[in-house]
Every structure is written in C-alpha cells, then in structure tokens.
C-alpha cells in the first residue's frame, strides 16, 4: 500500500557536518518502449513555490536509506515509481536563500508506474520532456550534470 502524504519538516532530516543532505531521482522511460536516444524522456516537475522546472528531489531523512528517500521523493513530488538504479553522483551546491550549503545524491529512476493521484499533486506540475528539453528547463546546474551522466550511463550500457 502507498502512503499519499508527503512528510513535512525538517526534525528527522540528515546533515553531513553543516550541509544537509537531499536526495533525488531523474525519472525516465523510452517513449513507446524504444531504446533510441532520441525515444529517451525524462520527467521533470515544478517547484512548489515557483514555475521553475526540476527533478524530484528533497530531505534524506534518518529512518530511510539513500535509495528509499529517492523512490519517496519522485513518488511525493511526481507521483511515479520505478526501478532506483545506481548513484549517479554527490554534488554540493548553495540553497535557493544562499545561506546554507546541501548535499545532493542522485539517481536514476526507470518509471514503472505513473500513479493519476499522488500527494502533491495539486502543488506542482509534471512534463515529460526530451533530454534536451530537459537541459533548457532544469535552472539547477548540478541536476543538469546529474542528467548528462544519465545520458552517457544509458549510452555506455544500452548502445542508444
């Protein structure tokens, strides 16, 4: 059974000295289940407080492993779930106040299911979008080398 709320607050967050830790996945499928790079899609969302266009993402928090805190994330936030596969990095970078430094682990999530309500459904907004077009929305610099990792892992193994 899935849980249909999203966690709240920051009490049981992890932190790595100062930098607290999020965890998030890029979301993917091949359009019409072709494996050609040019059928690659990823799923990305908008922010809650904003139009700005990401990959779920958010707190790792300590009853829950890296892989958990991913699925839960892209379930939450984009209302999917999938196949966690492996890290595809660890990046540092400066919250949206500047005031405070996190670190970000990402993954890959192959999208399985696709759920019509999920908890914050009616806070953001979803789209499939071509790698490219991924690249031109997504604002954050890691999650944009988060996703060319992607691109060059899937060509790498799968020859697309």
């Not at 682990?105 to 914050?120: A, I, R, Y």
Request: hydrophobic share 40%; with cysteine.
């Amino acid at each position: 059974m899935l849980h249909m709320a999203a966690r709240t607050g920051r009490q049981f967050q992890r932190y790595n000295k100062d930098h607290r830790l999020v965890v998030g996945c890029i979301p993917y499928r091949y359009k019409k289940g072709r494996e050609e790079e040019d059928e690659l899609e990823v799923l990305v969302i908008s922010s809650k407080k904003s139009q700005a266009m990401m990959f779920p993402k958010g707190g790792w928090e300590v009853d829950e492993s890296v892989e958990e805190a991913a699925s839960r994330e892209s379930l939450e936030e984009a209302g999917v779930l999938g196949n966690i596969q492996c890290e595809l990095g660890k990046w540092v970078f400066k919250s949206k106040s500047g005031e405070l430094y996190h670190e970000g682990h990402m993954f890959p999530l192959l999208v399985t299911q696709q759920l019509d309500l999920w908890p914050e459904k009616t806070a953001r907004r979803r789209q499939w979008m071509s790698v490219a077009e991924a690249k031109a929305a997504c604002e954050q610099w890691w999650m944009k080398e988060a996703l060319d990792i992607l691109v060059n892992r899937l060509i790498l193994t799968r020859g697309i």
